[in-house]
């Protein structure tokens, strides 16, 4: 952690580091398991090029609204204007990927299903297209032409449903589960929404068998869907993997990390196969 981080945190807490370590996890940010005398907490710092891909008032918002849900874990200090996050630590708590027991797609659909129960709005939008055309005007190279994406984007426009509060970040690390509770962390993306933008969000980033893929279809709509459903949430299959695809390009290009650009080519190779 630089030290203007740690001296801030340090005057946050009113207390000295005693214990700093880097918990290797996120993407958008660095997050640090810190200990002092009094607290035991996770701080979230962004890295410098967060700006052009999340909107931290929005996750102030959200945060604002879910306060009271138990969805997510306890929020001890957060500044939308740097993005500087402080949580309390929560012992045992397991990613979707580090969890493996038989329930966690059945856990994953429930608490997905709680956030869009809630059935309120923060009154900013998460509008999918906005976030392509912004990622993509930062990518000077993309993998996916402009005309094939032009094309899904026109399929997108006429979709006219519900919004609702959703996520729209449904990557592993933001699914966590304790023997007794389950998180729903970081609403970095959070926004009015289509719900089944979130659902096919879960579908399309993590590495789901067709078992399970039904599986969490099943939980979720608890009835089966209808055709025309299931043919929406196609549609919305192919927007992720050209939305993430582009947005990996940028990052890649932007802070030149392998690790994006094999974001890039699985997104660009499932968007083949749609």
């Known amino acids: ?53 999340v909107y931290r008032k929005h996750e102030a918002l959200a945060q604002t609204l879910i306060k009271d849900t138990q969805l997510n874990v306890d929020v001890i200090y957060f500044n939308p204007d740097d993005g500087l996050k402080i949580t309390n630590y929560v012992p045992n708590l397991l990613t979707f990927n580090e969890y493996r027991g038989n329930d966690r797609i059945q856990r994953t659909a429930q608490l997905m299903r709680k956030l869009h129960q809630l059935n309120q709005c923060i009154g900013v939008e998460f509008n999918p297209i906005d976030r392509y055309i912004k990622y993509r005007s930062n990518v000077k190279s993309p993998m996916v032409d402009d005309h094939e994406a032009q094309h899904i984007i026109n399929t997108i426009k006429n979709v006219n449903r519900p919004h609702t509060l959703c996520h729209n970040d449904w990557v592993e690390g933001n699914i966590c589960f304790t023997q007794e509770k389950d998180y729903l962390i ?89």
């Open 1 to 53: 952690m630089e030290k203007f981080w740690q001296n801030k945190v340090e005057s946050i807490l009113k207390e000295k580091i005693q214990s700093l370590t880097d918990t290797n996890k996120g993407l958008t940010n660095k997050n640090y398991h810190v200990i002092t005398e009094h607290y035991n907490v996770i701080v979230r710092i962004p890295h410098s090029d967060s700006s052009n891909i």
């Open 186 to 274: 970081d609403y970095e993306y959070a926004g009015d929404n289509d719900p089944f933008f979130d659902v096919m969000s879960f579908i399309t980033e993590n590495d789901l068998t067709e078992v399970e893929k039904n599986e969490f279809i099943k939980e979720y709509f608890i009835n089966t869907p209808s055709p025309s459903d299931l043919e929406l949430l196609k549609v919305y299959e192919q927007f992720h993997n050209l939305l993430w695809c582009t947005w990996a390009c940028m990052m890649y290009e932007s802070r030149n990390e392998s690790i994006y650009k094999e974001i890039a080519q699985s997104k660009y190779n499932a968007l083949k196969k749609t």
